[in-house]
C-alpha cells in the first residue's frame, strides 16, 4: 500500500505564500505523474497543477504564473509554491500520485492524499 502525506497547509493574507509538501511512502516501485487537486465548498474538485516524472509540467489557468510545481524523486515527494494568494484560492489541497505499486503487481495505481486546508483571508 501507498500513502501520501500533505502538510504546508494554514491561513494566509491575501497577496501571501504558502509550500505545500506531498510525500509518498510505503511499496512504491515507481512513480509517474504527480499532482495538485483543490476543492471548495460546494465546488467540484479541479485540477491545480500537474509534473510528469521528466519534469514537465501544467497549470491550470487560476494558478499560471502564480503557483510552481516541483519534485524531489530522490524523496517521492512533490511540492507546491504558491504565490500572490487570493481568497479565490481557498480549498482544500489534495496531492495525487501514480504510482507503480510493488506489492500489487507493480500495477499503476492512482493515491491520494488526506488533504490541506489552505484559507487565504484577511
Known amino acids: 500500500q501507498v500513502q501520501l502525506v500533505e502538510s504546508g497547509g494554514g491561513l494566509v493574507q491575501p497577496g501571501g505564500s504558502l509550500r505545500l509538501s506531498c510525500a509518498a511512502s510505503?511499496?512504491?516501485?515507481?512513480?509517474?505523474?504527480m499532482g495538485w487537486y483543490r476543492q471548495a465548498p460546494g465546488k467540484e474538485r479541479e485540477l491545480v497543477a500537474t509534473?510528469?516524472?521528466?519534469?514537465?509540467?501544467n497549470y491550470a489557468d487560476s494558478v499560471k504564473g502564480r503557483f510552481t510545481i516541483s519534485r524531489a524523486n530522490a524523496k517521492n515527494t512533490v511540492y507546491l509554491q504558491m504565490n500572490s494568494l487570493k481568497p479565490e484560492d481557498t480549498a482544500v489541497y489534495y496531492c495525487n500520485a501514480a504510482v507503480r505499486d510493488s506489492m500489487r503487481l507493480r500495477l499503476q495505481y492512482d493515491y491520494w492524499g488526506q488533504g490541506t486546508q489552505v484559507t487565504v483571508s484577511s
Open positions: 509534473i510528469t516524472n521528466g519534469g514537465s509540467t
Open positions: 510505503g511499496s512504491i516501485f515507481s512513480i509517474n505523474d
